[in-house]
């Protein structure tokens, strides 16, 4: 159970889970109604396109799938461990992502369909880079998990096992976090275009200077 769960790990699941939704809701609204912040609805458009003989758009859903994978990749060569651990180098794979970010308004507002490819790639490696934490599961990037894992703990609860109220509550703040970000994301999208991008890219490198800043003080804590 998370019995002694650090603040920091909530308010950092928030953050991150509020970018995502952020990303996700953009792409809704601008990217061909196609959302890039997981692979499930991509992979059912790509079935889709297959089926009605759709090749150029099946070759894009996948390349947008594979963008999502290499992301991922990234996230593994940089932060070495799925585990979430302090000290581990979340600061620089924070920083990939809002170059990523960045990147992809760039090519958006230049009408190219690479942004699509880079604003997944970024999604795959921040969902990468926290996947759990003292055996909960955290996903930042979409939300099906969570609520599954919420369902089957509480309908365990009803059958009289003990309920992880903290894992509980971590999930009910990623959610939130990512209905904030979808919100924020829709209203910046309807004010900016794809410019909106940028919030969340800003928002991936003021982390990654809170993490260093965290970081430092935790070091220079232990050694005094």
Not at 193 to 219: F, Q
Request: hydrophobic content about 55%; overall charge positive.
């Amino acid at each position: 159970m998370l019995s002694r769960l650090p603040r920091w790990v909530e308010i950092g699941g928030f953050w991150l889970a509020a970018i995502a939704g952020s990303v996700n809701a953009v792409g809704l609204l601008g990217f061909r109604h196609e959302a890039v912040s997981h692979v499930t609805g991509t992979s059912t458009l790509f079935s889709l396109a297959l089926a009605r003989g759709r090749a150029t758009d099946a070759w894009h859903l996948a390349l947008i799938a594979l963008s999502f994978l290499l992301g991922a990749i990234l996230s593994g060569a940089l932060t070495g461990n799925v585990a979430l651990q302090l000290g581990r180098r979340y600061g620089a794979a924070l920083l990939f992502e809002a170059l990523l970010l960045t990147l992809a308004t760039i090519a958006l507002v230049r009408g190219s369909d690479i942004g699509h490819l880079l604003a997944s790639a970024a999604c795959g490696l921040q969902n990468a880079m926290v996947s759990s934490y003292s055996g909960a599961l955290i996903r930042t990037t979409h939300m099906t998990g969570l609520v599954t894992d919420i369902g089957t703990m509480l309908g365990a609860r009803l059958r009289g096992h003990a309920l992880d109220r903290r894992r509980v509550v971590l999930y009910l703040i990623l959610l939130a976090g990512f209905v904030s970000g979808g919100v924020l994301g829709a209203t910046a999208f309807d004010a900016l275009g794809v410019y909106a991008l940028l919030l969340p890219a800003g928002g991936a490198a003021a982390l990654a200077g809170a993490y260093a800043v965290m970081r430092k003080r935790t070091i220079d804590g232990s050694m005094s």
